[in-house]
């Protein structure tokens, strides 16, 4: 069975649930699949909600410190749980717990004999947001599919858009640099994809810092939390 979570920035979280009775209560075991800043945090705060959560992941040291309860990534509010592309980083526990809407994809649709079992199920495991009056949409598995494609569709475009921006960055500092950016210092701040995560993936600024020390700058880097992933991605430049 298969449950969507749709957050703010549109991006879909999969995972796979099963069910039994303990102790004379009904209680939902998943599985997830990957325990990255996405997978990971989903499935503490399923725990969090009071499920019954493994994690499965193939890089050895990431599930040594999920079973010892450290993040292997910085996530405010990531109080991990046992064992264990889109929730915003900086605010996955917050989207996971509180989410702006949710999508399931049932077998056979809502209205089959399966789709109201699985949406029975599925509702147990979000009982929590749904009762704060979270907007729920019941579908079969082609419509959720669909709506995902379209938000990553759009999702594309910008990230085309934003692409571009990097560039006239690079070329604003030169104009100000009078023309040059060779033996010129140049102070980067924030090497991470957005504030509050030190995931550097497809960074504009660590992009940027690049790009301008390719251009002969002299670059200093800093950031709060993901100085050491930026260190380890573009090592020429000078961090603080």
Known sequence: MV????????VFCVILLSCSWVAAVRVVRMTVIGCGYLGAIHAACMA???????GIDVDPEKVTALQAARAPF??????????????????????????????????????????????????????????????????????AELGADQTLTFLREVDSI????????????????????????????GAAFKPLSDDIRDSPALNVAAQIRLQGGDVVLTDPAAVDNARKAVPDISYA
């Open 48 to 54: 969090e909600l009071g499920h019954e959560v493994i």
């Open 162 to 189: 934003n692409m571009r921006r990097r560039i006239r960055m690079v070329d604003l500092a030169r104009e100000v640099c009078e023309g040059s950016l060779i033996g010129k210092r140049v102070a980067v701040l």
């Open 74 to 143: 910085f996530e405010p509010g990531a109080a991990l749980a046992w064992n264990p592309e889109f929730l915003r980083e900086g605010h996955a526990v917050e989207d996971t717990l509180t989410p702006d809407r949710l999508v399931y994809g049932v077998p056979g649709g809502p209205g089959s004999t399966e789709g109201k079992a699985a949406k029975a199920l599925l509702d147990e495991v979000y009982a929590t947001p749904l009762g704060r009056g979270t907007p729920l949409i019941v579908t079969d598995y082609q419509t």
């Open 3 to 10: 449950s969507s979570v749709e957050t703010r920035s549109g």
